[in-house]
C-alpha cells in the first residue's frame, strides 16, 4: 500500500472528504436501506464506553435479510451459524419481565445471529460523525462509515483535539487510525 500516495490524494481532496454529519446517515440509509430506531430501544447502550451517550444523535438498523446476506463476509457468516446452533443446542430461553426487556433481548438475538446491524452515531461538535458503533461487527459497513466519516478527523483541527480528548488515544493511535483511514479510501474509490 502507498501510503505516501494516498496521503497526497487526501491532502488534495481533503474538502470533498469532510461530510456532514447529515449527509453520512443519508449514504447510509440509503446504500443500506437503514431505517433510524430511537436509541432507548438499544438498553445497554448508556453503559457504552466507547461512545459519549449524550452525545450520541442517530441509531439505524440495517435488517434486509437479502443485503445482510451480501454485506457479511463468509466468516461472519459462519459466526453467526454457530451462534444459532448453539442457541438451539443448549435450547436457551431469556426470561424477561416485560415488553421492553422482550424486545431487548429479541434486538441482542437478533444482533448475535446476523438478523440485523445497528449503527449508532455520535456527533461532539454537533456537525460531524465525530464516533461510530457498528453492532454485530460487519467488516463491511464498519470501513465504509470509516471513510465517510475520517474525513473530519484528518481535516478539521477542532474535530481532531475532541476525538482526541474523549477516546483519549496517543499519536501511536492516531497516527494508526489515520492509515486505516487512508486504506479504506482506497477501498471505496474515494480518492
Not at 443485503?67 to 463476509?73: A, E, G, S, V
Not at 465525530?130 to 483541527?157: C, K, M, P
Request: glycine share 4%; with cysteine; charged share 30%.
Amino acid at each position: 500500500m502507498d501510503y505516501e500516495m494516498l496521503h497526497h490524494k487526501f491532502k488534495n481532496r481533503r474538502q470533498r472528504l469532510v461530510f456532514s454529519k447529515e449527509i453520512v446517515v443519508e449514504r447510509l440509509a440509503r446504500r443500506y436501506q437503514a431505517v433510524e430506531i430511537d436509541k432507548g430501544e438499544i438498553t445497554d447502550l448508556i453503559n457504552d464506553d466507547q461512545l459519549v451517550y449524550d452525545y450520541i444523535f442517530c441509531c439505524l438498523k440495517i435488517g434486509d435479510p437479502r443485503l445482510l446476506q451480501k454485506i457479511f463476509t463468509s466468516q461472519e457468516q459462519a459466526d453467526f451459524q454457530w451462534e444459532i446452533n448453539d442457541n438451539l443446542h443448549r435450547n436457551r430461553t431469556y426470561p424477561f419481565k416485560g415488553e421492553k426487556e422482550a424486545a431487548y433481548i429479541q434486538l441482542i438475538l437478533d444482533e448475535m445471529e446476523g438478523r440485523r446491524i445497528d449503527v449508532v452515531l455520535e456527533s461532539l461538535d454537533g456537525e460531524h460523525v465525530t464516533g461510530f458503533l457498528v453492532r454485530n461487527q460487519s467488516e463491511e459497513v464498519g470501513s465504509y462509515i470509516w471513510s465517510l466519516t475520517g474525513g473530519a478527523h484528518f481535516a478539521n483541527e477542532q474535530v481532531k483535539k475532541m476525538v482526541i480528548q474523549a477516546r483519549q488515544l496517543t499519536d501511536e493511535e492516531y497516527q494508526s487510525s489515520y492509515l486505516d483511514y487512508l486504506e479504506e479510501l482506497q477501498r471505496w474509490n474515494l480518492v
